[in-house]
C-alpha cells in the first residue's frame, strides 16, 4: 500500500482510510488489482473476461459456453483463473449463476492457488464484515439461497477440506462469504461508468461513504485507481460515495442502511442541503414525472426507444424547472433514446439543457458530470458546431484529468477530439480566407 493511505479508526464509522500526506486535487491517491473479479452476466457476450474490454466480436470458450474473450492471447491468460470455474459453469448448465455467487467462487479459487492471490497490507477477507447479524430475515433469506447455489456450483470441483484449507475461518461457511461479497464488492465500470464487472479490493473496501466525497474511483479494465478530487491534508479521512449520490437524502439513506447497513450523518446528509433544489417547481406539476420513471426504466431496459422517446417528449414539455430531479433524469433518458433512434439534434437539445444543472450537483470534478460534458461535445461535433463542441471538450478534458488521470483511455480520446475540432476550425478559416481573397 502507498504511503500516501493509513488505516485508522474512523470516529463514528469503525475501520477507514486517511491521508498519510498531504494529498493534491487531481492526485492518483492508489491503485489496485482486485483479490477476484467477474464481468456481469448481462454482459458476458460484450465484454472480454479476461482485460474488461468491449469488442464486437468475441470468442467464446468451447466447455462453458459462458466465457468470451478478445482473442487467443486472452483466453490463454485468463485460463488458469478460469480452469475450475469452467468446469462449474459446465456441470451447471443451462443455469448460470448470480454475479455475487461467481464471484465468491472466483475468490476462492484464487486462494486455492497461492500464485494467483494478492497480498493486501491493510486488510483482508477475514476482516471484512458480513452484517449477518443487523440484516433483515427476509434479506438473510435471498443470501441464504445464494450460499445453497454457491455450494451447488462448486460441489464437483472444490471439496469442503479445500474449502476450510483455503478461506479464513469467518469466511468457511458459504452464507457468511457470500454475505461480505455482497456488502463489500465494488461494480467496476468502464470509462464512461457503464457497469461490466464486480471485483473484490478488500484494502479499498476499508474507504468509508460520504455523499459529497473527496476521492472518487475510475477503472481501466479491472485496475482500480483511487483519485483525490478535493485537497486533501494530512489526517484527514479518505471517502468515495458507494452510491449515486444523485438523489434525496431520505432515498439516499435509505439506499444505504439496505445495502451497507448504516445511516449516513455526512455533512449533505444532516443538511439536507441539495433537497429543496431537487424538488424545483410545484409538487403537481412535477409529481406525474416521478411517477412515471419506474415505467420509463422498464420501457429502456427493453431498449423501446420510440416508445421511450415518445413518453419522455410529451412528460418533458410541462413546465417543471430543469433543476428538478425527476425532469434531469427524464431528460437523461430522452438523451438516451435520441441517440439510439438517431434523433441527433433532439439529443443535443436535450443534452445542452443538462450541462447548467449537473454543475449545480457536481461542484467538484465528478466522472459523471466529465461524462455527461463529453457526451454533449461529441453530439455537437458530429453536428458541425465546432466551436460549441471545442468549448466542451475543453471543459471536460479539465475535469477528466483530475477524475480518470492524464494517462487514462478516456483522457486521450477527448485529447483527440479537441484537436480535431481545432484543425477543422483551421481548415475553415483557411476556407473562408481563400473565398475573401477571390
Known amino acids: 500500500m502507498a504511503p500516501k493511505l493509513e488505516r485508522f479508526v474512523s470516529p463514528g464509522k469503525g475501520d477507514g482510510l486517511r491521508a498519510a500526506a498531504r494529498i493534491q486535487r487531481g492526485e492518483l491517491v492508489h491503485s489496485a488489482e482486485p483479490l477476484a473479479c467477474c464481468v456481469s452476466n448481462k454482459l458476458s457476450r460484450h465484454v472480454c473476461h479476461h482485460c474488461f474490454s468491449r469488442q464486437e466480436t468475441l470468442l467464446r470458450c468451447s466447455q462453458c459456453k459462458m466465457a468470451r474473450y478478445c482473442n487467443t492471447t486472452c483466453q490463454k491468460q485468463a485460463w488458469i483463473g478460469h480452469k475450475r470455474e469452467c468446469k462449474c459453469l459446465k456441470n451447471l448448465l443451462p443455469r448460470i449463476p448470480t454475479d455475487s455467487v461467481r464471484l465468491a467462487a472466483r475468490i476462492i479459487f484464487g486462494l486455492l492457488n497461492p500464485s494467483q492471490s494478492r497480498s493486501e497490507e491493510l486488510f483482508t477477507l477475514e476482516d471484512h464484515e458480513s452484517h449477518l447479524s443487523s440484516m433483515s430475515e427476509q434479506k438473510k433469506q435471498g443470501l441464504s ?161 420510440p416508445a421511450l422517446l415518445e413518453n419522455c417528449s410529451q412528460l418533458l414539455s410541462t413546465d417543471v424547472p430543469d433543476e428538478n430531479l425527476y425532469k434531469l433524469k427524464m431528460t437523461d433518458m430522452a438523451i438516451d433514446a435520441s441517440i439510439h433512434l438517431g434523433h441527433w439534434e433532439e439529443a443535443l437539445g436535450y443534452g445542452e439543457k443538462t450541462l447548467p444543472v449537473y454543475r449545480q450537483y457536481y461542484p467538484d470534478p465528478h466522472p459523471v458530470h466529465g461524462v455527461q460534458l463529453m457526451r454533449v461535445g461529441k453530439l455537437q461535433h458530429y453536428l458541425e458546431h465546432i466551436e460549441d463542441a471545442l468549448d466542451t471538450f475543453k471543459q471536460a478534458f479539465k475535469m477528466i484529468k483530475l477524475t480518470h488521470g492524464v494517462d487514462h483511455p478516456m483522457t486521450t480520446d477527448l485529447l483527440m477530439k479537441m484537436e480535431e475540432c481545432r484543425s477543422e476550425l483551421d481548415q475553415k478559416s483557411s476556407s473562408c480566407l481563400r473565398i475573401e481573397e477571390k
Not at 485507481?225 to 468515495?240: G, Q, S
Not at 446528509?269 to 424545483?280: A, I, P, R, W, Y
Open 145 to 305: 439461497q445464494l450460499a445453497s447455489m454457491l455450494e451447488l456450483y462448486l460441489q464437483q470441483e472444490v471439496s469442503d477440506l479445500e474449502v476450510t484449507s483455503a478461506l479464513p475461518p469467518s469466511c468457511q461457511e458459504p452464507l457468511s462469504l457470500i454475505a461480505k461479497v455482497t456488502c463489500n464488492c465494488f461494480t467496476i465500470s468502464d470509462g464512461e461508468l457503464q457497469e461490466i464487472g464486480v471485483g473484490l479490493y478488500p484494502s479499498l473496501s476499508l474507504l468509508n461513504h460520504d455523499c459529497r466525497p473527496n476521492c472518487v474511483m475510475v477503472f481501466v479494465g479491472t485496475k482500480l485507481h483511487l483519485r483525490a478530487v478535493r485537497d486533501i491534508n494530512p489526517e484527514e479521512e479518505l471517502t468515495i460515495s458507494y452510491i449515486e449520490t444523485l438523489s434525496l437524502t431520505e432515498d439516499r439513506r435509505r439506499q444505504l442502511e439496505d445495502q451497507y447497513h448504516f445511516t449516513c450523518h455526512c455533512q449533505l446528509c444532516d443538511s439536507q442541503e441539495k433537497d429543496g433544489l431537487m424538488l424545483s417547481g410545484n409538487e403537481s406539476t412535477w409529481c406525474p414525472l416521478k411517477e412515471a420513471l419506474p415505467r420509463l426504466d422498464g420501457l429502456k431496459a427493453e431498449s423501446d426507444w
